[in-house]
């Protein structure tokens, strides 16, 4: 069941990625990214590595280092030699 549920965020982050300039017009420019990533067409970078960041946690989720990586940033230090 989590590789169906991976293989679906990996086709909605492949989906953000390449349909950036339609969630573009759909969302219109964000004023952070504007100002924050100085190059041409920072709200389409903003949308492509937030499509990236889903893709890799669906990847991660898929493949069970979600949890391990979650485990080691939220679980106190006493924990973790267990």
Do not use: C, H
Not at 13 to 30: A, C, P, T
Not at 37 to 54: A, D, E, F, V
Not at 61 to 74: A, K, R, V
């Amino acid at each position: 069941m989590k590789y169906l549920i991976g293989f679906i965020f990996v086709a909605i982050g492949m989906f953000v990625v390449i349909k950036s300039e339609w969630i573009l017009k759909f969302f219109g420019y964000n004023d952070w990214a504007e100002s924050k990533i100085s190059i041409w067409g920072g709200s389409r970078i903003l949308y492509k590595l937030i499509g990236l960041l889903i893709i890799l946690a669906a990847v991660f989720y898929m493949t069970g280092w979600l949890e391990n990586i979650l485990l080691s940033i939220f679980s106190p230090i006493g924990n973790l030699a267990q």
